[in-house]
Each structure stands twice: as structure tokens, then as C-alpha cells.
């Protein structure tokens, strides 16, 4: 149990487009949502924490109208890359923790992002 | 000075030897860690998760949690070089399902056959 997918694994786009990364809890509901970023040979950055049905919470830095977040569902959050540019080239990382008093986060697989 | 520090390595270690990983934290307030371990552009996987201070054994792997010490440990037996990865230690506050993780940087670890 508690896996999590997301879709596209990888993606190459042109610079001044929009790419949307979907991320799911397959088996579970997932009350909340977190998207990291994470560079090679480094550790994950924390980007947003997306609670379903409210707005998602930025960390510092983050662009809020550059990297818009959407969590419509218990299973489903999405991360979309607005304008994008090749420094927002990156390993995107999607976690879900199930609903109720668990702290775990279950990452699903990335998604690279090539911006050209 | 970082909340969590995690030496980046690599640790190499001949196939069947233990691996020793730990990390160490500054704030007390922490009470639930978890050890994830990443294969190169995959996703973190989540390997051990244990409460405030003591040992948890799964199979091959053994978490420690030392609150006294501000130090947590993993300890990979039999190592294989499918243990080949990079491992992640992480830890909690409050057991919220929304609260976030601070992460360590991560220890690379390769297994030689």
C-alpha cells in the first residue's frame, strides 16, 4: 500500500511554455500534499505543501504565479510550471501522507523537467 | 548550521559488510524519524520510521534513535549492491499529516561486489 505516481515521468519542453505534473495517491486519500525539487547530487527542497480544497502553503522563495499547485481531490495534486525557463529545469517530487495522524510521506517516482 | 547534518560521503563498503549511517539534529523538539533510501532519478523510498529514542529492527535494517545525543542511526546488514543508493534521513515534530520534514542531505553509499 501507499504508493504514489506521477505523470509525466519526464517531460522536454520549449522556454515560454507551461508544463503540468500530476501527482496521485493510488491507494490512499491523501489529505496532504507536498512538492519538492531536488538538484543533481542534492537533497529535496521543500517548494509548497498543498492541502485538498484550500490554497497551497509556499516556502520561502518559491513563486507562488510561477509554480501553481492545485489539489482537487484526495488523490490528486497538480504542479504547474508557468512560463517555464531552463534554470526551472529540475527533478520535480511529489509526497502524499494518507489522511488522518500520519506523518509519513510516500514520494512517488518524479518527474524530470528539460526546458530547452 | 543546518537543523539536520548528514555526512554526503560516498561511504563504500565490500558486498556483506555492514553499513553504519546517522545523521544528527540540533532541535529537541524532533521525535519522529525516518530513514528513506533514493536510487539515482527515482523517488525516496521510505525505510524505517520509528518514535523518540530506541531500536527498531526490519530485516536487514536497524534504526536507532538517541533524543539524549541529538544522533540517529541506520544500519544496513548483509549489505548487497542493490543497498547501492543514496539514503536519506528525515524527521518530525508532530505526528500531523500535513507537518513537513526536515531532511538531511543524504549519505551515498556504494556496495562493491
Known amino acids: 500500500g501507499a504508493v504514489v505516481s506521477q505523470h509525466p515521468s519526464w517531460v522536454i519542453c520549449k522556454s515560454g511554455t507551461s508544463v503540468k505534473i500530476e501527482c496521485r495517491s493510488l491507494?490512499?486519500?491523501?489529505?496532504?500534499m507536498f512538492w519538492y525539487r531536488q538538484f543533481p547530487k542534492q537533497s529535496l527542497m521543500l517548494m509548497a505543501t498543498?492541502?485538498?480544497?484550500?490554497?497551497?502553503?509556499?516556502e520561502q522563495g518559491v513563486e507562488k504565479d510561477k509554480f501553481l499547485i492545485n489539489h482537487a481531490s484526495l488523490t490528486l495534486s497538480t504542479l504547474t510550471v508557468t512560463s517555464a525557463h531552463p534554470e526551472d529545469s529540475s527533478f520535480y517530487i511529489c509526497?502524499?501522507?494518507?489522511?488522518?495522524?500520519?506523518?509519513?510521506?510516500?514520494f512517488g517516482p518524479g518527474t524530470r523537467l528539460t526546458v530547452l | 548550521q543546518k537543523e539536520v547534518e548528514q555526512d554526503p560521503g560516498p561511504l563504500s563498503v565490500p558486498e556483506g559488510a555492514i553499513v553504519s549511517l546517522n545523521c544528527t539534529y540540533s532541535?529537541?523538539?524532533?521525535?519522529?524519524f525516518m530513514w528513506y533510501r533514493q536510487y539515482s532519478r527515482k523517488g525516496p523510498e521510505l525505510l524505517m520510521y520509528?518514535?523518540?529514542?530506541g531500536n527498531k529492527e526490519d530485516g536487514r535494517f536497524t534504526a536507532q534513535v538517541d533524543k539524549s545525543s541529538k544522533y540517529i542511526s541506520l544500519f544496513i546488514r548483509d549489505s548487497q549492491p542493490s543497498d547501492s543508493a543514496t539514503y536519506l534521513c528525515a524527521m518530525s515534530r508532530i505526528k500531523a499529516a500535513g507537518n513537513k520534514l526536515t531532511f538531511g542531505g543524504g549519505t551515498r553509499v556504494l556496495v562493491k561486489p
Open positions: 498543498s492541502n485538498e480544497g484550500s490554497k497551497a502553503t509556499y
Open positions: 491507494d490512499f486519500q491523501a489529505t496532504t
Open positions: 509526497s502524499a501522507t494518507r489522511t488522518g495522524t500520519y506523518n509519513e510521506q510516500f
Open positions: 520509528t518514535y523518540s529514542s
Open positions: 532541535n529537541s523538539a524532533f521525535q519522529y
